[in-house]
C-alpha cells in the first residue's frame, strides 16, 4: 500500500510566517500531519495554533514558506487542478442567496457543475436537510445554514471533506447534527478533515486526531492512543492510605489522595501497584483504572499555547527569525 493509498493529506514540514505590525509571527512551524484515508481525522487546537493557515494551505489559499503537501499523493498547490474535484471545503461561513430555497441554489449549483439533478435530492438527504430543502435560506437556522453548505459541497461527490471549525456559533443540536453529518459521511468511506478549538465536539466522532499548539504538532494519533500515551491513572482503595502512598511514592509513582482512595499516575501496568502493595503486606481492595478524556490531555498539551497566554517566543523582531515555541513539547510521534 503506498502513502497515497493510506493517507488523504500527508504534510512534512510545514511553516507558515505571517509579517505583522510588530515583525513577523509564525503561525505553522515545522507541522508534519498524517491523516488517514477513510474515517473523521480531528485536528484540534487553541485559537491561533494555526488551524485554519494550515487548511488554506492544503487548499492552495495561502502560500508555505517551506515544507510539502501531498494530498491523495498529488504536490500541493503544483498540482492542485488534478486534485481538486476530489476535495470539498467549507472554510468560512456559508453564504447564500437569502431568498433562495435550499433545492434551489442547490440546483443552480448542480447545473454549474454539471451534476446530475437527482444528486440534489441525495446531498439533501444525506445533510438531513430535506424536509426544509423548499423553505428560503433566510428561514433556516445556523445548523441548517451550516448544514447546507455541506450539501453544496457533496454535489461533486468529493473524496476527501475539509471542515474548519463547521460547528462555531452552534447550539447542542446544531453540533450534534454536524457531527451526525460527518459520521455518516466517514462511514460511506469519504474522510474528513474537522478543525475544532472544542475538544467535546470533536472527541466524540473522530477516529484520529491531530493537536496543535503555536502552529506545532503536539500528539497525533487515534483517540486512544493519544490519551493512551498521556498514561491516565490508577484509583487505589487499600486499608492504609498513607503508608501506601509511601511505598508507591518510593516507587517512583505520582500519588494523591482522592477521598479515602488513592490516585496513583506513571503505572502504564496497574498489577504492579497491587505487587508493591502486597509485599509491605498492604492488600488492595480497589484497582481502578481513570482513564484520562481527551480533553484533560488537550488542556495539558496546550497548556499556555493559547493566544491569551503570553508568547514564550513572542513575535520576532522585523528581519529577525523567530525562535521555535518552548510550549511544544513532547508528544509528536
Ligand atoms: N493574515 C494574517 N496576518 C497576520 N497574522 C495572521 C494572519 N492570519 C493568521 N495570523 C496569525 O497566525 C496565527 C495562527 O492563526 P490561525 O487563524 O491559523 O489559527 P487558528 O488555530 O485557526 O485559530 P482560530 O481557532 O482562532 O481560528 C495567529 O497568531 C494569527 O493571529
Not at 474548519?164 to 474528513?192: F, K
Amino acid at each position: 500500500m503506498t502513502v497515497a493509498d493510506e493517507y488523504a493529506v500527508v504534510t512534512k514540514d510545514l511553516r507558515k510566517t505571517y509579517r505583522t505590525a510588530r515583525g513577523t509571527r509564525v503561525a505553522v512551524d515545522s507541522l508534519s500531519l498524517r491523516v488517514p484515508v477513510g474515517g473523521v481525522h480531528g485536528f484540534l487546537g487553541p485559537n491561533g495554533s494555526g488551524k485554519t493557515t494550515t487548511i488554506r494551505m492544503l487548499l492552495g489559499l495561502v502560500r508555505a514558506d517551506a515544507g510539502r503537501i501531498r494530498i491523495f499523493g498529488h504536490h500541493v498547490p503544483e498540482a492542485l487542478p488534478e486534485v481538486v474535484g476530489r476535495v470539498g471545503a467549507i472554510v468560512e461561513s456559508p453564504k447564500f442567496l437569502p431568498s433562495f430555497s435550499g433545492r434551489r441554489s442547490l440546483t443552480l449549483l448542480a447545473d454549474a457543475i454539471d451534476a446530475p439533478t437527482g444528486r440534489v435530492d441525495e446531498v439533501l438527504e444525506a445533510t438531513a436537510l430535506r424536509e426544509r430543502a423548499d423553505d428560503a435560506f433566510s428561514a433556516y437556522s445556523l445548523g441548517m445554514k451550516q448544514r447546507l453548505a455541506i450539501a453544496a459541497t457533496l454535489l461533486k461527490r468529493p473524496d476527501l471533506l475539509i471542515f474548519d471549525e463547521p460547528t462555531n456559533g452552534l447550539d447542542p443540536a446544531g453540533i450534534h447534527e454536524i457531527r451526525t453529518t460527518m459520521r455518516r459521511l466517514a462511514d460511506e468511506g469519504r474522510t474528513v478533515l474537522v478543525s475544532s478549538h472544542i475538544l467535546a465536539e470533536v472527541e466524540q466522532v473522530a477516529d484520529t486526531v491531530s493537536i496543535v499548539g503555536r502552529g506545532r504538532l503536539l500528539a497525533t494519533g487515534t483517540v486512544a492512543e493519544v490519551i493512551g500515551d498521556r498514561g491516565g491513572a490508577v484509583r487505589v482503595g487499600v486499608p492504609d492510605p498513607a503508608r501506601a502512598a509511601q511505598v508507591l511514592a518510593a516507587a517512583g509513582l505520582t500519588v494523591r489522595p482522592d477521598g479515602d482512595r488513592l490516585l496513583v499516575e506513571g503505572e502504564r501496568e496497574p498489577g504492579r501497584i497491587t505487587w508493591l502493595l502486597a509485599q509491605q503486606n498492604l492488600w488492595v481492595h480497589e484497582l481502578t483504572p481513570v482513564r484520562a478524556g481527551l480533553e484533560g490531555v488537550f488542556l495539558e498539551l496546550t497548556q499556555g499555547t493559547s493566544l491569551g497566554a503570553p508568547p514564550p517566543d513572542g513575535d520576532a523582531p522585523p528581519g529577525g527569525a523567530a525562535a521555535p515555541s518552548s510550549a511544544a513539547a513532547g508528544g509528536a510521534r
